[in-house]
């Protein structure tokens, strides 16, 4: 029985494009069918009468084909298709991340940004607009003809239609400017059940979220409406329309405001449901396609194809001893082992930039005094004779060097160059303190956060692919017959291990230890989710190999952490 889709037997040619553009597209039709779906669950319990069944069935019935609702039902889909496309480049591109406020402040005046702006605020208002134009309401329409030729305008649908800009230009500023973070489930399930599991939670919280906007917009038209309401109809040469609004047209507001939220809701819930679903990705590189697991686990430039590919990792290295059967396998007898070398090559490599990245992250004093985080290379052979002596290096300890103690290597400095230091010394204390006074260092100084925030928000990938190995490893001592896996043990545990001195580091960095608006709630769960995750590797490799660790050519600085540690204990 499949759990996910299958890629592995696909006779045409599969590329990251191809496997990417076909998740987008569900999401996007899905997304334009949900607003066909609504409109009409909208139009039905708009014309209710209980009274009369019938009447009350043809009613919404005649109001959905007729041509009027086609009119206005053919812009609003548009602009939702287009809304959706262009939300989907957010989720297909490589994340940039701004390192200083001026970056960031670049961001996000960007050409897409302010397409996507418009966007919401089109839909805002479309939405709105669609909405009282096929229901039996005074608000119907904007305009009506009265006193002869001349028309009016109807304050009670500008007022609607306005806040529906207004709605769509908060939800924008407020969610849309934010980090998009795809959610993995932790158990996958069928696409009905999610939804099912998912949709009366997220009405509830596009209730709540829609309040607040729809009170600010309240007071802002209690003092400003006067005067939007005189320019439009200046504008258009419209004079006032008397009807009769009261305490139900705020009812109404807030009822489109949460009509909104909950499209834009279900529109990223379906970008995450179908992206997020697992893939097989071919273990062999065939001419017929162009996707293997090994090669997309270090693929960046796709992140959604890289954390799909890592995911793979995990599960078939859980749940899939056919597929492990496949990484343990030699190419010919007293062949190589080429499924394996390139897994694990890609592996420690994505370790070893992952580690990198740490440390260039955590700029702390006691970097300099402290020895080095222990470096593992890409595949590190098994060295079989370290105990024997090699001749062909010098010792240089065992020279002695003569050093004339009588002449000061120091050079002393002069009088004009101490004045010419002090003088420097001055200059740059100075400079530094007009970056502080006018804000040089406040928009162009480089953010911590930004670097901190790269880390973990790949943090995903370190999760899956360390309890992928580790797992690959442990069950190698019963499914791998050639022994493929024991070979690439030392620096499988080295790279481990380095990877959890780095993040063991992350406590002490100042971001990550106080309150921090923005970044505490992601950045602390997912620290404390790659940190358990390396442990729980080190841990399940090490209680596998308990009686054979010893036999491992492990460093001093590895088996001592180890063993500092209590890992290898089981």
């Not at 430039?301 to 749940?319: G, K, R, S, T």
């Not at 003088?423 to 480089?446: D, L, Q, S, Y």
């Amino acid at each position: 029985m499949k759990m996910y889709p299958n890629l592995t037997g696909a006779p045409q040619t599969v590329t990251y494009k191809d496997l990417l553009l076909q998740k987008l597209s569900y999401a996007v039709i899905s997304s334009v069918l949900s607003q066909f779906i609504i409109l009409q669950l909208y139009v039905f319990f708009a014309n209710i009468s209980v009274l009369h069944p019938m009447e009350w069935l043809l009613a919404a019935l005649h109001t959905m084909t007729s041509a009027n609702t086609r009119v206005f039902i053919i812009p609003f889909i548009t602009i939702i298709f287009a809304q959706s496309i262009t939300c989907a480049k957010d989720y297909k591109m490589k994340p940039s991340y701004s390192s200083t406020r001026f970056q960031k402040f670049l961001a996000a005046f960007s050409v897409h940004n302010f397409v996507l702006l418009l966007l919401h605020v089109g839909v805002g208002a479309m939405l709105i607009w669609l909405y009282l134009s096929i229901s039996r309401s005074p608000y119907e329409n904007l305009t009506e003809l009265c006193m002869g030729q001349v028309y009016c305008l109807n304050e009670g649908s500008f007022f609607l239609i306005l806040s529906g800009l207004w709605i769509g230009l908060y939800y924008f500023v407020k969610i849309c400017m934010a980090e998009k973070n795809l959610a993995f489930p932790v158990i996958h399930q069928r696409k009905f059940l999610q939804l099912k599991s998912q949709l009366m939670p997220l009405i509830k919280e596009s209730v709540i979220q829609s309040f607040w906007p729809c009170i600010v917009f309240i007071s802002f038209y209690y003092f400003y409406g006067f005067t939007l309401k005189t320019t439009f109809k200046t504008m258009f040469g419209l004079i006032d329309y008397e009807v009769q609004s009261n305490i139900f047209i705020y009812f109404r507001l807030w009822f489109f405001g949460t009509l909104y939220y909950t499209n834009m809701s279900l529109m990223r819930f379906y970008f995450n449901l179908f992206l997020t679903e697992p893939v097989q990705f071919p273990l062999v590189k065939h001419p017929s396609n162009s996707l293997t697991l090994q090669e997309s686990i270090t693929n960046s430039e796709w992140p959604i194809v890289q954390n799909l590919a890592c995911l793979d990792l995990y599960l078939l290295a859980q749940w899939s001893p056919i597929r492990r059967q496949v990484l343990f396998s030699i190419s010919v007898p007293g062949g190589h082992p080429h499924n394996w070398n390139l897994l694990v090559e890609n592996i420690l490599k994505l370790f070893s930039e992952y580690t990198q990245l740490l440390n260039k992250t955590i700029d702390l004093p006691e970097k300099q005094m402290k020895p080095q985080v222990i470096q593992a290379p890409l595949i590190q052979r098994p060295d079989r004779f370290r105990n024997l002596r090699n001749m062909a290096l010098v010792d240089h300890d065992n020279y002695n060097y003569d050093v004339d103690v009588s002449k000061s290597p120091v050079a002393e400095f002069s009088f004009p160059n101490r004045i010419f230091l002090n003088v420097c010394t001055r200059i740059t204390a100075t400079w530094n303190v007009i970056k502080v006074v006018t804000g040089i260092n406040f928009m162009f100084g480089e953010l911590p956060q930004a670097n901190i925030r790269k880390c973990l928000a790949n943090g995903n990938l370190i999760i899956w692919t360390s309890q992928g190995i580790a797992e690959l490893v442990t069950t190698s001592l019963e499914e791998d017959k050639f022994g493929v896996v024991q070979k690439d043990l030392p620096a499988i545990i080295t790279s481990l291990v380095s990877l959890k001195q780095s993040l063991d580091k992350l406590n002490k960095v100042p971001a990550l230890t106080r309150k921090m608006v923005g970044y505490d709630n992601f950045n602390c769960k997912m620290k404390g989710a790659v940190t358990a995750a390396v442990k729980r590797s080190l841990f399940n490799v090490c209680k596998c190999f308990a009686g054979y660790l010893k036999d491992v050519p492990l460093s001093k600085e590895v088996f001592s952490y180890l063993e500092t540690h209590v890992i290898c204990r089981s």
